[in-house]
């Protein structure tokens, strides 16, 4: 059964906010809210069941409860982009990229080279005016967030950056 995590919830994910739109500060924020819902749990609400494989200042891996796949975000140095890799197994890190069998960059299916992304400059703009939920279970999460005069945007330059995110299995357990 998924589970509703929410930024209005008792005990919820709290982080830093910052109105640089290319800063570190956003990524941290989307680190704490994933790892709180999908990993550790918060206030009264259990972790959705996924694993934190690794870590590190410009990247998360994490790992579904069903071990089907795991999924890399980098933040993109000097942009406010995270670019999304998935992969059926986990051999280490490239800098801040994941490897392992099957590494996808998420480009689109209708021969777009862009890879996916996700836009977060308003993620952790300021306290008054972001806000984010996170529907999840051990083996799919669905993702959303915003903030700032405006809930969803992203650049024409990134068409494949996308905003919400659903990372996870499909109706036949494909990750």
């Known amino acids: 059964m998924a589970t509703v995590y929410h930024r209005d919830d008792s005990g919820a994910p709290t982080f830093a906010f910052s109105s640089s739109?290319?800063?570190?500060?956003?990524?941290?924020?989307?680190?704490?809210?994933?790892?709180?819902?999908?990993?550790?749990?918060?206030?009264?609400?259990?972790?959705?069941?996924?694993?934190l494989i690794a870590e590190g200042e410009r990247h998360l891996v994490l790992r579904n409860g069903s071990a089907s796949g795991y999924v890399c975000f980098t933040s993109v140095a000097g942009t406010s982009h995270v670019t999304i890799y998935l992969a059926s197994t986990f051999t280490g890190m490239a800098g801040d990229v994941m490897t392992g069998a099957g590494l996808k960059t998420g480009t689109g299916a209708n021969g777009s080279s862009f890879q996916h992304r996700l836009w977060i400059p308003v993620l952790a703009w300021a306290s008054a005016s972001t806000t984010w939920y996170v529907l999840a279970d051990e083996k799919t999460f669905y993702f959303q967030g915003g903030g700032g005069?405006?809930?969803?945007?992203?650049?024409?330059?990134?068409?494949?950056?996308?905003?919400?995110?659903?990372?996870?299995?499909?109706?036949?357990?494909?990750f």
């Open 21 to 51: 739109g290319t800063n570190i500060a956003h990524f941290a924020a989307l680190k704490t809210i994933l790892k709180a819902c999908l990993v550790s749990g918060y206030g009264s609400k259990a972790a959705a069941g996924w694993v």
């Open 149 to 174: 005069s405006f809930l969803f945007e992203f650049s024409t330059s990134d068409i494949g950056a996308m905003n919400p995110l659903y990372v996870g299995e499909d109706s036949q357990g494909n």
